[in-house]
């Protein structure tokens, strides 16, 4: 049975528009994009066989990502965000928030705190559950994730391994002056429990009523054993989740929406359609709380790994958190008097590999100009600068126009400034960072006001009056 048309799930908003009110999927509905696959990491990207190697090397080069205490000879699997690379991870995560919470007013946001009471873990069954299988390799000695590796070291070969035995992730720590004194606490391992805990305080303040949901972007950590792949699998990262809460009728219908849901996100900003596909979890593979999980997966070069993960959770964490602190969590509806526990819908992606997919589909190479050139087609609201402005030379009075034309475009874009070497090799350095737009201030803009535009992708150039460069920029850089 569809919910009433007040309860509908709102369509997918275009591209800078506010989302219209549209019909949902007929209950158990598979979404339309995305065949179930099998939950392997076959069909690696061998069209750019480098193409991780060229990306690593672009991140530290032009400052991206740098290894964390890097001086000190680094940190295994911590990595810290640099000048470009914080611009282009704050971009990802607020494309995520409009499309999430700003263009739908069925979502709200909160920011829930990293070190919380043992018991949240206690009754979300993250300290009986949340472990992986951990192998010792007699030979070298090396430690792996036992369902990564087939059976076989990564390091020496050999297959004369220890037995699986359960490893919790969570990072312990204690809370107070004196530790032998002092209460056990958790880093959380995700930002979901605390969306959970504050279920009851959310639906009072704000008079919500499901379906509605509740988002946070935020820092989670995990104790991985074999952190790898760059910035896809470490110990430390960020994640943009949201638990949508339903009436428990309604839950096959809402899991199907949002499966198609997310996966028009990544294809809004710039995922080619063969490098994304959604793969259904086998019955075996379903976490303990999971009625039903779908995986959003981007062909890395070692093949489809998950982005993003899509779970129908039923009940199961409200009733296990009213269950361990004696407080009512659910919904009581006046009108018909019905009184439930909702179920939840939860779309939780990982912030940086995330953007590390960006990266990875942006990169491209061509020829310009007789003169090979590496360049990120990256949708303009994730790159790091959207304008960069360059005067042509250093003399005192074309600098004085080009700053002018800085302070008009910095309201509206987040600009670069660049006034070393050559323009061609200024035009170079943003093509390889995604900037979409160059304003060059030459010696005729100090006669006619007027300024030249090239645009990254096609290198095209276009002559435009100063007075007319803001309204051009705001057409071309719509949200």
């Known amino acids: 049975m569809n919910p009433p048309a007040a309860e509908m799930p709102p369509a997918a908003p275009a591209t800078g528009a506010a989302p219209a009110t549209g019909a949902a999927p007929a209950t158990g509905a598979a979404p339309a994009t995305g065949a179930a696959a099998q939950p392997d990491h076959a069909q690696p990207d061998h069209a750019q066989p480098d193409l991780m190697d060229k990306i690593v090397n672009l991140a530290k080069r032009r400052g991206f990502i740098f290894p964390s205490g890097e001086i000190y000879g680094g940190f295994r699997s911590t990595y810290d965000y640099g000048p470009l690379g914080v611009l282009m991870l704050r971009n990802v995560k607020e494309a995520w928030w409009r499309s999430m919470v700003q263009y739908r007013d069925d979502v709200v946001g909160i920011d829930a705190a990293i070190l919380s009471s043992p018991r949240i873990w206690e009754a979300s069954g993250h300290l009986a559950n949340f472990t992986d299988p951990l192998v010792d390799c007699r030979q070298c000695h090396e430690r792996w994730r036992a369902d990564k590796i087939d059976g076989r070291c990564p390091t020496c070969g050999s297959t ?14 204690h809370a107070g002056p004196v530790e032998e004194d002092a209460t056990v606490a958790y880093l959380r391992p995700e930002t979901a429990q605390g969306m959970f805990v504050n279920f009851a305080n959310v639906l009072q303040t704000t008079r919500r009523k499901p379906p509605f949901g509740i988002a946070q972007v935020g820092k989670s950590f995990r104790n991985e054993i074999t952190p790898q792949n760059f910035v896809f699998r470490t110990r430390e990262f960020e994640q943009m989740e949201m638990e949508f809460f339903v009436p428990p009728a309604d839950g096959d219908r809402w899991f199907a929406y949002w499966c198609e849901e997310r996966m028009a996100w990544y294809r809004d900003l710039g995922i080619p ?61 006046q009108a018909t008097g019905e009184r439930y526990v909702p179920y939840v819908i939860e779309p939780a992606a990982g912030a940086t590999r995330t953007m590390m997919a960006f990266l990875l589909a942006a990169y491209d190479e061509d020829e310009v100009g007789g003169e090979k050139r590496a360049v990120l087609r990256l949708d303009h609201r994730l790159s790091p600068y959207q304008v960069a402005v360059l005067p042509l030379s250093k003399k005192k009075e074309l600098e004085g126009v080009a700053r002018e034309v800085l302070a008009m475009i910095q309201p509206i874009a987040m600009c670069d400034y660049d006034v070393t070497q050559s323009i061609g090799r200024r035009y170079r350095r943003q093509d390889e960072v995604g900037t979409p737009y160059c304003v060059t201030v030459d010696f005729e803009s100090l006669e006619d006001r007027a300024v030249t535009v090239r645009e990254r992708d096609t290198t095209e150039q276009v002559r435009l009056a100063i007075p007319d460069l803001v309204g051009f920029l705001r057409e071309h850089l719509k949200r």
């Not at 004369?160 to 720590?173: C, E, I, Q, S, V």
């Not at 793969?279 to 070069?301: I, M, Q």
């Not at 959770?313 to 659910?330: M, N, P, V």
């Open 160 to 173: 004369d391994l220890t037995d699986a035995r359960a490893f919790n992730l969570m990072f312990k720590t």
């Open 273 to 333: 359609e063969d490098k994304l596909r959604l793969r259904h979890h086998e019955a075996e593979e379903l976490s303990h709380y999971s009625k039903a999980t779908a995986d959003v997966e981007f062909r890395f070069p070692w093949g489809f790994d998950e982005l993003e993960g899509i779970a129908n959770r039923t009940d199961y964490d409200l009733k296990a958190h009213a269950a361990a602190s004696g407080e009512r969590l659910e919904y009581f509806d």
